[in-house]
T-cell receptor, first 112, second 114 residues
Framework: GQQVMQIPQYQHVQEGEDFTTYCNSS?????IQWYKQRPGGHPVFLIQ?????EVKKQKRLTFQFGEAKKNSSLHITATQTTDVGTYFC????????????FGSGTRLQVQP | GAGVSQSPSNKVTEKGKDVELRCDPI?????LYWYRQSLGQGLEFLIY????????KSGLPSDRFSAERTGGSVSTLTIQRTQQEDSAVYLC????????????FGPGTRLTVT
């Protein structure tokens, strides 16, 4: 079936280190979204990428959408303790009715 | 404005009992989704409603699970004859339309089956 995979499942970094999570789809995506879920909270929308090769930045966060529109990445520069949480990518498949297929998520732990 | 609300926030039930979980989406949002999230896991898609179209039920894990959406607004997820493996957080999300639009999540209902 159509799947969206994320790696790594878990990453533990020292505060100030960089962090990257990668998202790969088995099929071409018309767009990809990223969500953040704080511990005990619910997913909150961060950003959406639509164009092939698109790069967007939000302060220390950089989001990329691959040229083939089958993969994406989220990079955090100089992590802070407020970055702790699980980051999910979610893609809209070109085919099918369902709006979003969520990746398995990457849980980030930042040690002060 | 008001976000997506879910009730109850917590539900403890005995194995074999039926439960109903409620979702109130953001007013005017035509798309509504139910997900299940087990502890420390990702989001498992359950069911998707879009306007008056037939719902996408492809994620429901068994025939014990059902959902309805009345009047294009409030939705109820029903789990019959609950099992311990049904214990999870059930998240509802809504969006203004179907594809390509961010989803707004509710706080979830934590279901514990004893």
């Amino acid at each position: 079936g159509q799947q969206v995979m994320q790696i790594p499942q878990y990453q533990h970094v020292q505060e100030g280190e960089d962090f990257t999570t990668y998202c790969n789809s088995s099929t071409t995506l018309s767009n990809i979204q990223w969500y953040k879920q704080r511990p005990g909270g619910h997913p909150v929308f961060l950003i959406q990428l639509v164009k092939s090769g698109e790069v967007k930045k939000q302060k220390r966060l950089t989001f990329q959408f691959g040229e083939a529109k089958k993969n994406s990445s989220l990079h955090i520069t100089a992590t802070q303790t407020t970055d702790v949480g699980t980051y999910f990518c979610a893609g809209t498949m070109d085919t099918g009715r369902r709006a979003l297929t969520f990746g398995s998520g990457t849980r980030l732990q930042v040690q002060p | 404005g008001a976000g997506v609300s879910q009730s109850p926030s917590n539900k403890v039930t005995e194995k074999g009992k039926d439960v109903e979980l409620r979702c109130d989406p953001i007013s005017g949002h035509t798309a509504l989704y139910w997900y299940r999230q087990s502890l420390g896991q990702g989001l498992e898609f359950l069911i998707y409603f879009q306007g008056n179209s037939a719902p996408d039920k492809s994620g429901l894990p068994s025939d014990r699970f059902s959902a309805e959406r009345t009047g294009g607004s409030v939705s109820t997820l029903t789990i019959q004859r609950t099992q311990q493996e049904d214990s999870a957080v059930y998240l509802c999300a809504s969006s203004p339309q179907s594809k390509g639009i961010e989803q707004y999540f509710g706080p979830g209902t934590r279901l514990t089956v004893t």
